[in-house]
């Protein structure tokens, strides 16, 4: 499988992004699929799963009321939005499947 990210860019405090991941070469339609990031001088943070045999989606007490998961299985793509982004998202974000994660969007909070 191959994920390409997009939807990242330069955002001010209080804004929102809608971040998206296409998987490509193979059906990731009964996968649980996440997103993580890492800003910058950390490691990896876990942020959200949507798994097909779940009926509520996975958040980290970061980002839950904030980041919403979803998924469009007919598009083998899924999303983050992110509401009331903070300079703390800033970030590297970085959607995951089976191990494999693409190469990130680059999230910037700033005024």
């Known amino acids: 499988v191959e994920l390409a990210e997009s939807g990242g860019g330069l955002v001010q405090p209080g804004g929102s992004l809608r971040l998206s991941c296409v998987a490509s070469g193979v059906s990731v339609s009964t996968a649980p699929r996440s997103w993580v990031r890492q800003a910058p001088g950390k490691g990896l943070e876990w942020l959200a799963t949507f798994d097909p045999d779940r009926r509520i989606p996975n958040y980290a007490a970061s980002v839950k009321d904030r980041f919403s998961i979803s998924a469009d299985s007919a598009k083998n793509t899924w999303y983050l939005q992110m509401n009331d982004l903070k300079p703390e998202d800033t970030a590297v974000y970085y959607c995951?499947?089976?191990?494999?994660r693409g190469r990130g969007t680059q999230v910037t909070v700033s005024s």
């Open positions: 995951e499947v089976w191990g494999v």
